[in-house]
């Protein structure tokens, strides 16, 4: 069905960091000027907001694998996914997938797969679903593989993660833990230390390695990043190699040598809405009253993001503008994705229609197509036209 050619009409818009009054016009998939659609809809008591762009997400894992033992059909997973992005007003998403030497669900042949059925069903998915690789730095013999792999599937993310010292801390310290991490990806304890020994025996060769994975990457248009940075030292040589973006930063100088290079930092939402890192590490609302957080990420919970820009407006840390441009405005900006994140002529039309009184999301709109609307969002927008293209999900 064609795109509904529609003019919102009275609700509160986010334009321009404020929540101001103003019609906002949808000219099939992208916003319009004022005026120029055929079918009004009253929003009164509504606020409209840009679509969330999330820029790492890993609750989509629950989808294929709701038990560790128990996969699913990825094709029929993403679209489960899909529905919860909408629901949660997401509209832009990338799945942040492994590409480890731990094996099981994040082996490389795991990703190769989720690439696969990616494709296969980007047609049927609401949400623009891209695919953001984590790639473990000790995988020195994988560098021609990762770039087929780029090239075949046109990846633009790629972040780089090293878990061998947490691998080894936990061996030592938790061996519960560390035999559940190993059990999850099909291993006994004893054959994921010798893979962890193994890996760690490259070490004087993951500098040079990276520096040339990295410049190849860069050479296709990838942006890259680092993973948990601990430290400004291990900041300072992920930007060396132009891993610019520094996500989820588990110390304040890791944070703060981003920023003083204006370098993105990317923290989890659940951090903020839980009051603090599940694992320990530093309370994303630190770095956002510091100034020293760009954008919020769901981490392993997609409800968690529009959660924290309330959270963060409660706390006055910003107001709820500012908090909502963190999973919008400033993550496309990010990504270097100047068609979306605002509520602009020209722009895609992503939109997320939210109920103040309520918090809750009401409606979704992605690409100038309804993919979620419930309670009196809905009743509103089939009232208007009960023919609108509500997207098949």
Known sequence: M????????GALSLIDSTLDDGDLTLDGATFGATGSASHDVDMSGYWLLPGIVDLHGDGFERHIRPRPTAPFDKRHALQAADAE?????????WFAQSWSWEGGSRSPDEAVALLDARRQIAHRLGADIRIQLRFETHMPDDHAALMGVVRD?????IIFNNHLPEAV???????ARFANW???NG???????????????ADP??????RALAADLRAHGVTLGSHDDPDAATRAFFRGIGARVCEFPTSVDAAQAARAAGEPVLMGAPNIVRGGSQSGNIAAMDLVEDGLCDALISDYYIPALAQAAWTIADARALSFAHAWEMISTRPAAIMGLGDRGRLCPGQRADLVVMNPNTRRIEATIANGKITYASAEA???????????????Q
């Not at 801390?169 to 061996?175: F, M, T, V, W, Y």
């Not at 060769?205 to 990276?210: G, H, N, Q, R, S």
């Open 169 to 175: 801390e936990l061996a030592q310290k938790a061996p």
């Open 2 to 9: 064609p795109h509904p050619n529609l003019r919102l009409t």
């Open 153 to 157: 599937f046109h990846l633009d993310y």
């Open 205 to 210: 060769e993951i500098p040079a390695f990276l």
């Open 187 to 201: 291993h006994d304890p004893e054959a994921l230390l010798a893979i962890v020994h193994a890996a760690k025996k």
């Open 85 to 93: 992005l909408a629901t949660n007003g997401v509209t832009t998403a």
């Open 182 to 184: 190993a059990a999850q």
């Open 378 to 392: 809905a009743r509103r927008f089939v009232t208007a036209r009960p023919c609108l293209a509500l997207a098949a």
